[in-house]
């Protein structure tokens, strides 16, 4: 089972790679697709459009999961990561790939084992729960990573029942 | 000139290609794309993402026009109507098309000459500015054309100035 995990944004997009082998999560890819405020934002989606379809190419993974936001503050931050999370579900529409969406406190959850979790304590507890390589810059990447591992979980939990 | 215009909607999404050829605008295509509601939300947004891709290689029109919404009193379908936003966004990316937004009331001054005009008065100016030879039966489609008319004289002051 392997599973293409994003935390959806337009100036930073975390993106991971998870799969689960033998009962042991694995991270086989995680990056943050950067983009910068003065590009257009039709050509920061398909920079990170196209940057997702590569992973899918390469990692052939099974299902995508996407973080999923219902209030912000932000009316218009809201609207722009929503076209965002659109451009990416027709990402995985066109190769077919199931699309599975969790909430910020289902992730904190699953990965610290409590719905308020902070950013810290989820990373702590990425690095025990897997060999992460590269030094990791950005929160997104590590909230990408988490999703990911939630996705593996949740999995697991509905092939069981 | 030629413009994509889209009104964007996950049950329905109108969509039309108008032309302006010697100072007369011509429809060269218009639908109403539905999808179903008991349909997954990844699957309809990759039909309408599927079909959009045909007319623009159908068409090759130099822009796509997006109807943009800055309020709505249902959050939950705001968001998703940004979504298919999203997925059409890195469709005119993915053919480098330019993007160009109207809201509902600069379609309707450009259309109809004031900005509260209801959708009889729209319908019947486009009907009175050019050829309509299907009949239509969903205002998503007249609203899409009237996306087109407005994105039309719209480039045409630009051009102007």
Chains 1, 2 share one sequence.
């Not at 299902?63 to 809201?78: C, D, G, I, V």
């Not at 959850?109 to 060999?131: E, F, P, Y």
Request: aromatic share 8%; charged share 25%; glycine share 6%.
């Amino acid at each position: 089972m392997k599973v293409l995990a994003i935390d959806p944004g337009y100036g930073r997009c975390g993106v991971a790679v998870v799969e689960k082998e033998n009962g042991k999560e694995n991270l086989l890819y995680s990056a943050c697709i950067e983009t910068h405020a003065k590009t257009d934002f039709p050509e920061r989606l398909g920079m990170i459009v196209r940057k997702c379809e590569q992973i899918v190419k390469t990692y052939e993974p099974n299902s995508m999961a996407l973080e999923r936001l219902y209030f912000t503050s932000n009316h218009k931050t809201a609207m722009k990561v929503a076209e965002v999370r659109g451009a990416l579900i027709a990402v995985a529409a066109k190769f077919d790939i199931g699309i599975f969406e969790y909430t910020p406190s289902q992730v904190k959850s699953a990965v610290a084992g409590w719905g308020n979790a902070d950013k810290n304590q989820i990373a702590k507890m990425l690095h025990s729960l897997m060999k992460i390589k590269r030094s990791i810059k950005y929160d997104d990447e590590y909230d990408a990573i988490a999703i990911g591992v939630t996705h593996l979980a949740c999995s697991q939990n509905s092939e069981n029942s």
